[in-house]
């Protein structure tokens, strides 16, 4: 339970460093599992240990930006299911993605108040 805590602070700590996306071209740190795959979400058993810790990860990272995101709350009516299994579908048709890549679209979607439903999914972007 520690290990879940810490990772989540660390989240939200690095999420509250990050105002809005970047400039294209203009990089960003984060703190955590960043070289992630989706292949490997995908294929990790959904009752690990090891996904709990990573869904924390990912939930603290976008409650963190959804604090600091000045144009209001994104999260507002949804829930750790729905947001989780975008992240599923994101991951599923784009196995080499980063989970960070997957979080970056999954927030664009919220930011733009569209519904948690299977959408084509844009390219991955430049890193």
């Known amino acids: 339970m520690l290990r879940i805590a810490t990772l989540l602070l660390v989240?939200?700590?690095?999420?509250?460093?990050?105002?809005?996306?970047?400039?294209?071209?203009?990089t960003r740190t984060s703190l955590g599992p960043l070289d992630f795959s989706c292949s490997k979400w995908t294929k990790m058993s959904k009752r690990s240990t090891d996904h709990e810790i990573l869904k924390g990860w990912v939930l603290g990272f976008i409650s963190g930006m959804n604090w600091e995101n000045a144009?209001?709350?994104?999260?507002?009516?949804?829930?750790?299911?729905?947001?989780?299994?975008?992240?599923?579908?994101?991951?599923?048709?784009?196995?080499?993605?980063a989970t960070t890549q997957a979080i970056y679209e999954l927030i664009q979607v919220l930011k733009a108040g569209a519904p948690l439903t299977p959408l084509p999914v844009p390219p991955p972007r430049p890193r």
Not at 11 to 26: I, K, L, T
Not at 86 to 93: L, S, V
């Open 11 to 26: 989240a939200v700590m690095s999420a509250a460093q990050v105002r809005g996306a970047p400039a294209p071209g203009e």
């Open 71 to 97: 144009d209001g709350d994104f999260l507002q009516g949804r829930d750790v299911d729905g947001v989780t299994a975008w992240i599923d579908n994101y991951c599923r048709q784009n196995p080499p993605h």
